[in-house]
């Protein structure tokens, strides 16, 4: 009997001591559980706050690259403002360069050193076969100057004449109760004895010149010969 107790004894022990390893276990995957539930949760805490600083960022940069959108297109706008005012701009002719020095001597006092009758044409620098805005001495005329600025004699018309008179001989030439200082700085097929004028007085254009016609029966003479 006293074995059978003891036999009994052990197998209460034997039980107690299962159950007691039964419940550590449970306590342990429980916890287990709960941590992983924990952990899960501060992973997708962390998760949604990553991804809340990332929509921030990405917003900023999309309202960087707006601004600097706009920024770009807002200086094409005012370039294109620009240009349709430039073109809305009403372009001016060129004036003639010697406005602004031309310097008129009386030359009533110099004596004549040889004179003759004569008629006056006039051409412009845009004539047809005129040497692109140049005459035959080379002095430029393609702006519409019809001046050319002599140390002595001031500023003289630009004539074309016979080769008779050296370049740079210096012309009075009167008409119709005006007196004209003149250079001769060019020459011209129809003019000179041979031609139909004697003188082709250099206007701002072949349209002036045509509207200024031929002057007859002017009196020119010489004040200088050559340079």
Avoid: W
Avoid at 86 to 102: C, D, G, K, L
Avoid at 108 to 126: F, K
Avoid at 134 to 140: A, L, M, N, R
Avoid at 163 to 190: M, Q
Wanted: hydrophobic fraction near 30%; charge should be negative.
């Amino acid at each position: 009997m006293k074995k059978f107790y003891n036999y009994t004894f052990q197998l209460v022990c034997i039980y107690i001591l299962v159950l007691s390893l039964f419940s550590i276990f449970c306590f342990d995957i429980t916890n287990t559980k709960y941590d992983k539930k924990v952990q899960n949760s501060n992973n997708e805490k962390m998760l949604d706050s990553a991804l809340l600083v990332q929509n921030l960022i990405n917003k900023d940069g999309e309202e960087e690259k707006e601004e600097s959108i706009k920024e770009d297109s807002e200086p094409q706008q005012e370039e294109q403002v620009t240009e349709s005012e430039e073109e809305n701009e009403v372009v001016e002719a060129p004036r003639p360069a010697e406005i602004s020095n031309v310097n008129i001597i009386d030359t009533s006092s110099y004596p004549a050193l040889a004179s003759e009758t004569v008629n006056i044409s006039h051409y412009g620098h845009d004539c047809y076969g005129c040497y692109g805005g140049q005459t035959s001495s080379g002095y430029y005329i393609g702006d519409g100057r019809t001046y050319y600025n002599d140390p002595t004699f001031g500023s003289a018309k630009v004539v074309a004449a016979d080769y008779k008179y050296p370049e740079g001989t210096i012309l009075r030439l009167s008409y119709y109760g005006n007196s004209v200082t003149a250079i001769v700085l060019d020459r011209g097929g129809a003019v000179g004895d041979h031609g139909n004028y004697q003188i082709d007085l250099l206007a701002s254009s072949e349209s002036e010149a045509s509207r200024l016609g031929v002057i007859y029966n002017a009196t020119l003479e010489v004040l200088r010969y050559g340079y």
